[in-house]
């Protein structure tokens, strides 16, 4: 390549030029290992936040919701902010998967398996809260159009239902997107380790995948597209999260910008999720000539661009709120900004628009410990912006004498901690098990991985480049 | 004891673990392998190989190598048209079930929005056409058009695979190509810059007809699975679970059913009982309560007849009067032939009665017909009682009232 | 790279100057005829040539922020394009003047008699809305401006600091933009009708602007290139990335107007609702109902196959159609206040319509006489001729 990578924003993807070999020990050698004390104590924490959110789920099953602060006015509150949470957390993995793999950002190769588990694994949390928020979540099959002794059927009218299946959707497909491409990794795993037991598990989940050209030639059109698919579905997905609002009449959540702010705000929360766990995640496994600075810079941008849209949406809904003239509008934003839960509204504003600001400065995004500062505060920020959304609207609406003030119990938080230990074992347990970056694609991004010729049968060798 | 199976287990996966595997390979050459170094090389040796006639060979990279479909001389993949087909069944199949669900099967209003619109059935036909666009990929790709799992092919578990799933490149030709010759294909790869030449037998397996997934052993460790599986399942949800908070259905609910104990109160009883001097609304004491006929100072209708009062009667009649007395008060009501069938209220005694007296009988019940006061409040038994009088006129009308309706 | 600049064939001026001058004539016509009439085809038309020629910009910048090297060799296309902006900058002039016709908000006896407006003066006030639209322009001349003249410097000097200064520049361009097409959107559009309100119009308007602005530039490139003026090395890998652009584009105008549509569709509050009406009466149910189809939906199923992506004559054939949707699309959000009872096609719409592709066709003309037509300097140029899907 010619031509200067400061203005193309390409990047070397593997630094330090490692060979294919090197490749596949680098990326196996977590799943080969016996877990280090970093893997224990992290995995013993996220185990303990897992048991207390166990504990009181079993708490809210045993005595109903009525252990949650949730009250009149208030209706939704921690449970439906968590599943707004979490499942923007798992925008990003598809995201990156799909539509970066769609712009041909290739970049994207060696931490598109990582943030797709991510995904999978944040929407297995999310689903989580809206099936406990019915409140007897064993009936959770009366949410899907199934044939039932009472001759009745859904509510296909309701965003609600769109949710179920919006968020199934969504799980499965990315789940066969994952699943897709950890097939040709298995196959290499399977011939590189020595033990008969992996051997035999990895035989089976690798389906006999032999690296045939007759089959990659099938996979690559199939992976395309399921990335062309999985594109408007990962909008679709947070659009339909959004339509939960914003069909409604209510002031705050009824606003026509709310799909594709959801959507950015989706993928800001989720990059940066991603950014919050890959840093810790090249430091452990010694990963940082794959997962390099570059990629977290790059990250680090898109952080700042979609945080602009955030920015973008709140400033509108609060001028149109003004120019509406409606004084029920006007009210709503008044009291987020000034009202009792300002201090929320505020988090939420510096957290998403004001310190991402840092962005802009070349030494921040290539700053490890200030991006790590920087993006656990957008969780919080994206985790209050959903509590403002909700609580906010909801605590103050058209009836000052049933206004009241939401207070989540202990319950509540517990829970909120147990979703984060759902999430994270089930993240530590993937990156002890499986190849945590795509051992091919990785190496078909190598530099000189690709033929220089494109021969045709019995043809000559055409050069190009 | 426990922990002596554990280690016997622990015992015999290690063993496991340690064993070569052994499998036999046949002598029926399935196939000549080469290997290469570089991305030119195999490229080349490809597009040599597919020009030179050979149909039955294939390439082995460790990654999808770009420009190699061409090389090869494939047409390009058709699991899109598998992808497109299912995407629109899911489309389809989604806008019906829509539709027929909620327009057709259980039409409801909600929100007063039509029971079918196309703006709310977007969203789900939306999901449903990705969702099996994106199962027919996936399913295509692999079962369909690579013809996966396929476990035991013979470059399995051979040098050859173990090098093109890490850092080489290979090619092979298969034995059962019409242009296969041993010599020949060698002298072709060599020239090609094979480093290595391999040949690859068919495994015995292979060439056996029995498959594996007709194994006794193997349907009846899916059978014991399965049972068990059932079992199971049937005695937690049906036997454990049954009433145990908070799978019971509610049924033991935090509060006190009428009628039941309670010893929070000082009398035990879970009901309470209304203040001293006071009445509930609705529920005047009646003066005659209890007494004969003859002893009674007979009531005239405080309600007016009016069409409100009529059809509450009606409505009150039917549900509290007609299981009895029949719907239109001729004695041959639904609970007749399992309880003593009342006499007409059409016959003379009745017609002649004042209001007063049906408002008696009603009140403090006649003969094995129970007292009604407990059901039915004051103004209800007034409103019955005009309801049972247009009963009476309607069946004894005269020519008089049918001129008069005109 | 090898470039040789050859001039474009005279046919296209004349056509782009034939188009200019029946439309004037027209527009004359109408003014004379219906003034408030021509002030809405006026506007129209205007907004037409905001979402080309800003829209241009926007992609402009939009190539440097993200690094992208396939468009390079077209980049020059969307620059000239956005040459419309100066022209617009005097175009606005007269539309300024017939504020009165246009806007019911600026009539003084309405104010007076509408609470709900009286609370809203403070922003739709006639001499904030000069004020604004002075910004709005500034933003976009200066930006213009810059982009361009780093852009044209760099095919002499050949100098990567230029490069570097543009991706800073799009940045700052790429929040500006965004801002100011909301507002241009708002004022100008929205406020038609004074009382209506939705957060989601300036995106709506933004997706229209991407949606067109790409439309034309793939026509003049796949059109530039076929008659051999670009290089020979581009290839079906970059017809089908406009293929897939376009695509991509129309799905997101259909995603954001299906949104707004269905939110105020389901919710039902008349203060919202009284928009889509107007757009059902009489003859106007139809013409929403072919939006859908016109915008989206044909469009959608004839680029969705992989082949017709690289097809250079439907290439330019959707294209041009997707400048057909686009004033659809803005007549749709502006006529309905002018013809309240049902649309109206006549020939003073068509005269504003060969008015602005005379015009577009002119600037490109005049500019690509002068500057070459691929940016033979720019550092991306090597590897976006080399581009290869895979």
Excluded at chain 2, 215 to 225: E, M, N, P, V, W
Excluded at chain 3, 323 to 335: G, S
Aim: aromatic share 16%.
């Amino acid at each position: 390549m010619s031509f200067d990578s400061t203005y193309t924003r390409e990047l070397p993807l593997v630094e330090a030029k490692k060979s294919f070999k090197e490749i596949d020990e680098v990326i196996a050698l977590p799943t080969e290992t016996k877990p280090t004390k970093g893997w224990w104590i992290a995995f013993s924490i996220s185990s303990t936040a897992l048991l207390i959110g166990a504990f009181c789920l079993s708490l809210t099953f045993y005595y109903g919701i009525g252990m949650w602060g949730n009250n009149n006015p208030v209706g939704w509150a921690f449970d439906i902010i968590n599943f707004v949470f979490w499942i923007g957390i798992g925008h990003a993995g598809t995201l990156i998967s799909a539509i970066l793999f769609l712009f041909r950002q290739k970049w994207r190769t060696g931490i598109a398996r990582f943030a797709e588990a991510m995904t999978i694994f944040a929407v297995m949390t999310a689903g989580i809260f809206p099936i406990i928020h019915t409140g007897r979540p064993w009936l959770a099959g009366y949410l899907l159009p199934l044939p039932n002794q009472n001759g009745v059927w859904v509510n296909f009218s309701s965003p609600l239902l769109w949710d179920v299946f919006a968020v199934s959707t969504y799980f499965t497909i990315s789940f066969l997107f994952w699943g897709l491409g950890l097939v040709p990794d298995l196959a290499t795993l399977r011939d590189k380790t020595t033990s008969k037991i992996k051997k035999t598990i990895y035989s089976v989940l690798s389906l006999g995948w032999t690296n045939s050209n007759r089959n990659w030639s099938n996979y690559e059109r199939a992976y395309l597209i399921l990335a062309g698919i999985s594109t408007p579905l990962v909008l679709s997905v947070h659009t339909i999260v959004s339509f939960d609002f914003a069909v409604s009449v209510l002031p705050g959540w009824h606003t026509t910008i709310f799909p594709p702010y959801f959507v950015a705000g989706a993928i800001f929360s989720g990059f940066g999720m991603v950014s919050t766990v890959l840093i810790l995640v090249r430091k452990v496994f010694n990963m940082e000539h794959i997962i390099t600075i570059g990629h977290l810079e790059k990250m680090n941008k898109i952080l700042l661009a979609t945080g602009m849209m955030v920015g973008y949406a709140y400033g509108m809904e609060f001028f149109i709120a003004w120019y509406s003239g409606n004084t029920f509008e006007q009210f709503v934003f008044i009291n987020r900004a000034f009202g009792p839960y300002a201090w929320t509204y505020w988090t939420m504003v510096s957290c998403n628009v004001i310190f991402p600001q840092l962005f802009w400065f070349k030494k921040v995004r290539r700053s490890i410990p200030i991006t790590m500062v920087l993006v656990i505060l957008v969780n919080v920020g994206m985790w209050f912006e959903r509590f403002v959304i909700i609580v906010t609207s909801l605590h103050r609406d058209f009836l000052p004498s049933s206004w009241a003030m939401y207070y989540p119990t202990l319950v509540d938080l517990g829970l909120l901690l147990g979703s984060f230990g759902f999430f994270f074992t089930f993240l530590l347990l993937f990156l002890k098990t499986l190849p945590l970056v795509s051992i091919s694609e990785i190496k078909a991004v190598v530099e000189g991985a690709q033929p220089t010729i494109h021969p045709l049968p019995g043809g000559n060798g055409q050069h190009h480049d | 004891m426990v922990s002596i199976m554990i280690k016997k287990l622990i015992n015999s996966l290690k063993e496991y673990d340690s064993k070569a595997d052994t499998e036999h390979r046949s002598k029926k050459l399935f196939g000549l392998a080469a290997l290469y170094n570089t991305p030119n090389e195999i490229i080349t040796a490809a597009a040599d190989v597919a020009g030179k006639g050979y149909e039955k060979f294939d390439v082995y990279t460790p990654y999808p190598m770009h420009g190699m479909d061409d090389a090869m001389g494939m047409k390009s993949s058709k699991v899109g048209y598998v992808s497109f087909a299912l995407g629109l069944t899911g489309m389809c199949l989604a806008l019906l079930m829509i539709w027929w669900m909620s327009s057709v099967n259980y039409p409801n209003i909600i929100g007063g929005k039509p029971f079918f619109a196309l703006p709310a059935s977007i969203p789900i036909t939306f999901e449903g056409t990705v969702l099996l666009t994106g199962i027919a990929t996936v399913l295509g790709v692999l079962i369909l058009f690579n013809q996966l799992p396929k476990i035991n092919s013979p470059l399995n578990d051979t040098d050859f695979m173990k090098r093109v799933t890490s850092d080489k490149f290979g090619l092979v030709i298969n034995a059962d190509d019409e242009k296969f010759i041993d010599a020949d294909v060698r002298k072709l790869f060599l020239s090609g810059g094979a480093f290595e030449v391999q040949e690859i037998y068919y495994r015995e397996t292979n060439l056996g007809i029995k498959t594996p997934i007709f194994d006794g052993k193997f349907i009846s460790i899916i059978f014991a699975t399965a049972i068990l599986t059932a079992i199971i399942t049937y005695v937690t949800l049906n036997i454990v679970l049954y009433d145990v908070v908070p799978f019971d259905w509610m049924w033991n609910q935090a509060k006190i059913n009428s009628q039941s104990k309670s010893d929070f109160f000082p009398n035990k009883a879970g009901m309470r009982e209304p203040v001293n001097g006071t009445v509930a609304r609705g529920f005047l004491p009646y003066e005659y309560k209890g007494m004969p006929d003859s002893s009674v100072k007979l009531l005239s209708n405080p309600l007016a007849v009016s069409r409100k009062v009529l059809e509450r009667g009606q409505e009150r009649f039917n549900i509290y009067c007609s299981p009895c007395h029949g719907y239109f008060g001729e004695g041959d009501g639904r609970m007749r032939d399992q309880f003593p069938k009342p006499p007409s209220l059409h016959n003379q005694k009745v017609l002649n009665w004042p209001d007063g007296n049906i408002f008696h009988v009603i009140t403090n019940g006649q003969n094995v017909m129970p007292s009604y006061a407990e059901q039915v409040p004051v103004d209800d038994r007034w409103a019955i009682i005009h309801y049972i009088r247009a009963l009476q006129r309607s069946k004894n009308a005269s020519d008089e009232d049918l001129t008069k309706s005109k | 790279m090898d470039y040789k600049k050859k001039p474009l064939p005279p046919i296209v001026g004349k056509a782009g100057f034939g188009l200019l001058g029946i439309g004037l004539v027209l527009i004359i016509l109408a003014f004379a005829v219906n003034t408030q009439r021509a002030f809405f085809d006026y506007l129209w038309m205007y907004m037409f040539l905001v979402s080309v020629g800003v829209g241009s910009l926007a992609l402009v910048a939009l190539e440097y922020l993200v690094g992208a090297t396939w468009s390079t060799p077209f980049r020059r296309i969307s620059e000239f394009l956005s040459s419309l902006i100066p022209v617009l900058a005097i175009l606005v002039i007269p539309l300024l003047f017939g504020m009165h016709d246009l806007f019911h908000w600026t009539h003084p006896e309405t104010l007076q008699n509408d609470p709900i407006l009286q609370s809203k003066a403070p922003y739709l006030n006639v001499n904030f809305f000069i004020i604004r639209v002075a910004i709005v322009f500034a933003v976009w001349l200066a930006f213009y401006f810059l982009f361009i003249r780093n852009s044209q410097r760099q095919d002499n000097t050949k100098d990567p600091a230029l490069t570097r200064q543009s991706i800073k520049l799009s940045a700052v361009f790429a929040i500006l933009f965004i801002i100011t097409i909301s507002i241009t959107a708002v004022d100008w559009m929205m406020s038609l009708e004074y009382h209506w309100y939705s957060t989601m119009f300036g995106v709506y308007y933004f997706s229209g602007t991407l949606y067109v602005s790409f439309a034309v530039a793939a026509f003049c490139a796949v059109k530039l290139n076929e008659n051999g003026y670009l290089s020979e090395r581009l290839s079906n890998n970059h017809y089908y990335s406009f293929g897939a652009f376009m695509f991509a584009f129309n799905i997101f105008w259909a995603y954001i107007a299906f949104s707004q549509y269905m939110l105020i569709w389901y919710a039902d509050i008349p203060e919202e609702t009284f928009w889509v009406i107007m757009r059902m009466k009489g003859s106007w149910a139809y013409y929403s109902i072919g939006l859908v189809f016109v915008h989206f939906i044909i469009p959608f199923i004839i680029l969705l196959p992989r082949s017709s992506k690289v097809r250079p004559g439907l290439l330019t054939k959707m294209a041009v159609w997707f400048v057909i949707a686009h004033f659809y699309d803005l007549y749709w959000l502006i006529m309905p206040t002018y013809f309240k009872e049902g649309f109206v096609f006549g020939w003073s719409e068509l005269g504003f319509m060969m008015f602005a592709v005379g015009l577009i066709i002119t600037v490109f003309r005049i500019r690509a006489a002068k500057v070459n037509l691929v940016p033979v300097g720019d550092p991306k140029l090597e590897s976006g001729l080399n581009f290869h899907l895979n």
